[in-house]
């Protein structure tokens, strides 16, 4: 069966997670302070933690933001539940924003439309969280400029993204979101097995951060003091066990380094895809912005189901018959029985995003798939109109 994404995992990645395996620290070990310097450097950013997935990351993200139940967080329809469930971990209110047509991602003349939408209500929008959707950057410049105009924080959900560049930069996302979010989930760019990582500019939020990933624990201030009692630890704030273990980073420093051959493969993938199917009907290929460069963690077809005789149901069913197992990402958030039956959305509500999903197929795209994998799913994807 060929999967829309998977892993690939080299002889030298599995000898360096040996190599630790082999050592005194399973976890809590000097590893991970390495794999956090190659991540800052990498990405540009002053300060770096990893924890245990990309989702413990957007619940301490939101933890020291300091959301609260008053608060409202803004984020896209069109991302996994994860963006929208760490608003409501930190208690405050999930909202949505619809989708730029041509990105797929939060579009910022909808946001700047609510803000003040609720700001007429009385009510004030706490912080927004931009999702990278597929691995196309958002609009930074427009949702920094707005994060500014109403004294809002920003995140970067970054999870689908790294490797990407806006204007040119491969270190944008810290420059322009307060906090920004990583996975290293097999299916993402380079993976640790579970595991992410948050990273900002602010020391003061990194600090908070360390702390709270491993149970809000800290030493005593004064603990250089004579007399202190030294085995003593002091917890201030609710925290929780969310740490990575040193011989996933090991896997996350081995895999870091093929991030650019990764990246370079799955747009190899995507140019084949698009000079392919461009000239379908009723086909849409995903567009990029002339300054970004997508990273391609999807691939998303969009094909007009109404135009056409098969429904997106048979499409599945047949591709699985092929042996191409599709996906679809994503079923917008706000349809989610949770959020319907919490926060009263409906159908309707974000037509832009809803309408995206009705059409949206995930293509196989990952540094593996080969050139006779790829040419069999374009076949397959040629037949779909006749
Ligand atoms: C994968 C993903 C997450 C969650 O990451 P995990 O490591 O699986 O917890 C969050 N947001 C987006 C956009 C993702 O793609």
Redesign the pocket.
């Known amino acids: 069966m060929i999967s829309y994404g998977k892993q690939s995992i080299f002889d030298e990645d599995i000898e360096e997670v040996v190599k630790v395996l082999k050592s005194d620290f399973l976890t809590q070990g000097s590893t991970i302070t390495l794999f956090e310097n190659d991540l800052k450097n990498k990405f540009g950013s002053n300060y770096c933690s990893v924890v245990s997935?990309?989702?413990?990351?957007?619940h301490l993200s939101g933890l020291v933001l300091g959301w609260r139940p008053e608060d409202i967080i803004l984020t896209s329809p069109i991302?996994?539940i994860?963006?929208a469930n760490c608003i409501i971990y930190s208690g405050a209110t999930p909202d949505f924003v619809d989708i730029d047509p041509i990105s797929y991602t939060i579009d910022p003349n909808h946001l700047e439309d609510k803000i003040k939408t609720y700001r007429s209500g009385g009510k004030s929008v706490k912080a927004v969280i931009g999702?990278d959707?597929a691995g196309h950057p958002c609009d930074w410049k427009s949702l920094r400029e707005i994060a500014n105009k109403y004294d809002l924080q920003l995140v970067n959900?970054n999870?689908?993204a790294l490797g990407a560049a806006y204007y040119g930069d491969k270190k944008y996302a810290t420059k322009y979101a307060d906090i920004v979010?990583q996975?290293?989930?097999p299916?993402?760019h380079f993976t640790t097995g579970?595991?992410?990582s948050i990273m900002t500019n602010n020391e003061e939020l990194d600090d908070k951060i360390k702390i709270l990933r491993t149970h809000g624990i800290t030493k005593p201030k004064d603990n250089k003091k004579e007399n202190i009692q030294p085995w003593i630890y002091e917890m201030h704030n609710l925290g929780f066990n969310y740490r990575i273990t040193d011989f996933q980073c090991a896997l996350g420093i081995s895999q870091l380094k093929k991030l650019d051959k990764f990246i370079a493969k799955r747009r190899e993938i995507s140019a084949i895809y698009d000079s392919s199917l461009k000239d379908i009907e009723n086909f849409i290929i995903p567009k990029v912005d002339v300054n970004s460069s997508h990273a391609f963690?999807l691939y998303p077809l969009q094909i007009l189901f109404n135009e056409i005789s098969i429904s997106k149901t048979d499409l599945f069913k047949n591709f699985k018959d092929y042996g191409i197992a599709l996906q679809v990402h994503y079923i917008p958030i706000h349809l989610q029985p949770f959020y319907v039956k919490n926060y009263g959305f409906s159908v309707g509500d974000f037509p832009i995003a809803e309408n995206f999903y009705n059409n949206a197929i995930s293509l196989p795209i990952f540094y593996d798939l080969s050139r006779e994998e790829l040419r069999y799913v374009i076949d397959k994807l040629k037949t779909i109109n006749k």
């Open positions: 997935n990309g989702t413990a990351a957007l991302s996994f994860a963006t999702v959707y959900d999870c689908h979010t996975s290293f989930h299916v993402k579970e595991g992410g963690h």
